[in-house]
């Protein structure tokens, strides 16, 4: 029995064309009519009419217009996302209209019977599994908003994926965090939060849930962290020009090299001086998986805790969204396979990244980008350490040791921010995309298992 008929059972609603079971001794129910009313009707009607009935002319039963056209509406909703079945507004105005009546179990069950057969809207869901949640079937709504239990649609159409509303991550981050996973909780109100800083009840749920699993709250910015070094380090050779970024560990400047006379990126930490095991990790790890999609070390100095890197002039996925430049990013195939291949390289050589995000996703140019800031990486297997909020796997989340899928995880929370903002511009052929951003954001079981099975997905 498949998950949306254990549903349907526990919503105890027979969907059209569930037929009424027959009697096993073949004895017809009280009150049913014989087989000479069955051929004379008018018989029937005589033997139910009562004593002085005949005397009285017949009348036309009494219609209830809004009583019909209440059954309709529902009725109607086993249609939903057909070409001539009701609206999304007219889905949802219906299912607010059944709530708390008898017919409420009944609405649900019409909408969880169109989900086996075609994709319903993200708003529809959402008001499904809000309905079903309020019923006391909190996994029936997540199965509803999570989109894995819908079968193949009929006819070759597309698996319903998980929905990516904010509203939809809200309820499926209080559904989880109510069924006690608070990791995957974290995980949507994240997204969320990266998405819409603002929206409601988002950053209280989050501290909460991350207290109570334990997490520590990021470090507060110092005051000596405003101006990591003076625009002339003396102890460099490069002249500062312009901070260009501004992390956990350190910042980032434009700089010039006044000997050979070209733009490097110069990464400083924070800790000047005081963080040199970190600074020597970062620089030979990131050395040591030179090539295609990594960024390039040009030169690094633990002692006075400074990194030099090659300088990238177009800046980061990050930059290109923040400056409203997300057409550029599109087509999505250009850049996002490529950086699935770096993914690949990196999980080949056994390390896991362990930050993949947009604003470390620089740009050569639309087609070329590359990884930098490896200062989390860890070997595959290796207790991990830290991460970008919104961009951390939910099994990482509660402890898991540095794992391949982490990776994917963060690769398919960057495709999903350049989609948020080319579906807004109206850009086409997002679809394949979609489902794969889905995919890596999904249960861990369902996730590509490292790089080059993403590559695989990506092409």
């Known amino acids: 029995m498949s998950l949306w008929q254990r549903l349907k059972e526990r919503l105890g609603v027979a969907t059209p064309g569930d037929d009424a079971p027959a009697d096993p001794d073949g004895v017809a129910p009280p009150g049913a009519p014989d087989a000479d009313e069955r ?3 008018a018989r029937a009607a005589r033997r139910s009419s009562p004593p002085g009935a005949e005397a009285r002319p017949a009348r036309s039963p009494a219609r209830n217009p809004a009583r019909k056209e209440s059954v309709d509406e529902i ?7 057909a070409r001539d079945g009701p609206s999304t507004d007219e889905v949802i105005a219906a299912l607010r209209r059944a709530r708390g009546t008898l017919r409420e179990a009944e609405a649900v069950a019409h909408l969880v019977a169109a989900m086996e057969e075609r994709v319903l809207p993200d708003p529809v869901r959402v008001a499904c599994a809000d309905l079903l949640a309020a019923r006391g079937d909190e996994q029936g709504a997540l199965s509803v908003l999570e ?6 649609a009929r006819g070759g159409a597309a ?10 991550l809200i309820l499926a981050a209080d559904l989880y965090a109510s069924l006690g996973q608070l990791p995957r909780a974290v995980g949507a109100i994240e997204r969320v939060l990266v998405r819409e800083i603002g929206a409601p009840g988002a950053r209280e749920r989050h501290q909460r ?6 997490a520590e709250r990021p470090a507060a910015a110092r005051v000596d962290d405003v101006t990591v070094v003076a625009p002339s380090a003396a102890k460099t050779p490069f002249r500062l020009l312009r901070e260009v970024a501004r992390g956990g560990g350190g910042a980032v400047y434009e700089a010039e090299d006044e000997v050979l006379g070209r733009r490097v990126g110069f990464k400083v930490y924070h800790g000047r001086g005081g963080d040199r095991a970190q ?6 790890l990131a ?5 295609p999609g990594v960024v390039r070390v040009l030169d690094a100095d633990p002692d006075e805790g400074w990194i030099a890197l090659e300088w990238v002039a177009r800046g980061s996925v990050r930059d290109v969204l ?9 087509p999505v195939a250009r850049w996002a396979r490529p950086l699935a291949r770096a993914l690949a390289r990196i999980h080949e050589r056994g390390y896991v990244h362990a930050d993949v995000k947009p604003a470390n996703v620089l740009l050569r140019s639309l087609g070329e980008p590359v990884l930098t800031d490896f200062g989390l990486a860890r070997l595959r297997g290796a207790p991990s350490a830290g991460g970008s909020p919104g961009y951390v796997s939910p099994e990482r989340l509660a402890g898991r040791p540095s794992d391949p899928r982490d990776d994917v995880y963060g690769y398919g929370r960057v495709l999903e921010d350049v989609l948020v903002r080319l579906e807004a511009l109206g850009v086409e052929g997002l679809a394949a995309w979609k489902e794969l951003s889905l995919r890596c954001l999904g249960p861990d079981d369902a996730r590509p298992a490292d790089g080059a099975a993403l590559v695989r997905a990506a092409c």
């Not at 009725?75 to 996302?81: D, I, P």
């Not at 989109?147 to 193949?152: D, E, K, L, V």
């Not at 698996?159 to 939809?168: I, N, Y």
């Open 39 to 41: 051929a004379d009707p």
């Open 75 to 81: 009725a109607r909703l086993r249609s939903a996302g």
């Open 147 to 152: 989109g894995a239990a819908a079968p193949r």
């Open 159 to 168: 698996r319903a994926q998980p929905v990516s509303s904010t509203e939809g």
């Open 209 to 214: 849930w991350r207290a109570a699993l334990g």
């Open 279 to 284: 600074v020597t990790r970062e620089a030979r």
């Open 287 to 291: 050395s040591a998986l030179a090539g």
């Open 322 to 330: 923040r400056a409203g430049d997300a057409a550029a990013l599109a």
